[in-house]
């Protein structure tokens, strides 16, 4: 089944442990990107990638990193987490956003404390 | 820049009414539009695309946009709601950077 999945789907962590979240995608697209979900502001865009090695900041970069070592994968990196981070992410894939849209991950709900 | 607009945040329909959830655009050009839904605890679905040619565009479970360029709008429709439609809809534009704008979405509840 042609899918992106996300893990984990839950996570609560303390400020400043270092966490990843994992993306996998089964559809060899190019295009990846994060998106944070939050209530009242809908999903902003963290980082996106249009291909391997290829990697660039979305709308709210600030305390993330990614990296694009496989087409499959696209990890999201906090790497010293804070409160304002709680929010739901979502990983998403695509042959060309614009033209097919993005396939979306279920989602991980983060919670900083 | 793009953007999205999605006026109303939050709507309640009874079962079996008629459904317009609005959405207007800001983009220089004819843009490549999407609605997306996202029910609860779930990723988000692909409802329906637009990219150019007829502006009334069919969708999954019975919905349909029409784009009206006059307007900058693309709004969703749907003849009669079902209970199960109850979930978040998302409106978005292709970005400059090949990628996709949201909107802050439109919840809707569904009244028996």
């Known amino acids: 089944e042609a899918q992106v999945t996300q893990n984990p789907r839950y996570l609560i962590t303390v400020t400043g442990k270092k966490l990843t979240v994992t993306c996998s995608q089964n559809m060899n697209h190019e295009y990846m990107s994060w998106y944070r979900q939050d209530p009242g502001l809908g999903l902003r865009q963290i980082y996106y990638?249009?291909?391997?090695?290829?990697?660039d900041k979305g709308d709210v970069p600030e305390g993330y990193k990614v990296s694009r070592k496989e087409k499959r994968n696209f990890p999201l990196i906090l790497e010293s987490p804070s409160p304002n981070q709680t929010s739901l992410y979502f990983c998403?894939?695509?042959?060309?956003?614009?033209?097919?849209?993005?396939?979306f991950g279920s989602g991980t709900r983060l919670t900083v404390v | 820049a793009q953007s999205v607009t999605q006026p109303d945040i939050h709507i309640t329909v009874s079962e079996g009414a008629s459904l317009e959830l609005r959405c207007n655009y800001s983009?220089?050009?004819?843009?490549?539009l999407f609605w997306y839904v996202q029910s609860p605890g779930q990723g988000l679905q692909l409802l329906l695309k637009y990219f150019s040619g007829d502006t009334l565009v069919q969708g999954i479970k019975g919905f349909e946009a029409e784009f009206k360029r006059s307007q900058s709008s693309f709004n969703l429709r749907k003849p009669s709601v079902h209970w199960s439609d109850a979930a978040e809809y998302f409106c978005a534009v292709e970005g400059s950077q090949g990628n996709l704008i949201f909107g802050k979405g439109t919840k809707l509840s569904v009244k028996p």
């Open positions: 998403a894939s695509s042959l060309e956003p614009s033209v097919h849209g993005y396939t």
């Open positions: 983009y220089g050009a004819t843009p490549y």
């Open positions: 990638s249009m291909n391997v090695e290829v990697t």
